[in-house]
């Protein structure tokens, strides 16, 4: 079992930075690859990145690419999500969430536990 909460959301002007927090409690966060995904209201959840939990490979939605970077701390059992240079269209209620069985996905149905989310709103 592994419980989330997530931090650092707020609302910022385009262009600006923030950096959200997914702290876990729980066992063996270093077994679980970690993600976050993103939910605007009337949207489907989609995913906006992902970092293994070994060798820590990252992978991004093509509109976050070059813009967001995920990392991890395993000795704080937390992952992060820098978001820089951010848009109105990134407003969103951000959930990270945790895979146990290590499958590198970008798939929602792949995570098993979720976090409550943090919201994010971008003003133009």
């Known amino acids: 079992q592994l419980q989330l909460v997530e931090s650092g959301g707020g609302l910022v002007q385009a262009g600006d930075s923030l950096r959200l927090s997914c702290a876990a409690s729980?066992?063996?966060?270093?077994?679980?690859?970690m993600a976050w995904f993103r939910q605007a209201p009337g949207e489907e959840r989609e995913f906006v990145a992902a970092?293994?939990?070994?060798?820590?490979?990252?992978n991004y939605a093509d509109s976050v690419k070059g813009r967001f970077t995920i990392s991890r701390d395993n000795a704080r059992n937390t992952v992060y999500l820098q978001m820089n240079s951010l848009k109105p269209e990134d407003t969103a209620v951000y959930l990270c969430?945790?895979?146990?069985?290590?499958?590198?996905?970008?798939?929602?149905?792949?995570?098993?536990?979720w976090g409550q989310g943090t919201q994010v709103t971008v003003s133009s």
């Open positions: 969430a945790a895979d146990p069985l290590g499958r590198g996905s970008m798939g929602r149905l792949a995570y098993k536990y």
């Open positions: 970092i293994t939990r070994n060798t820590m490979i990252t």
């Open positions: 729980g066992r063996a966060f270093s077994l679980y690859d």
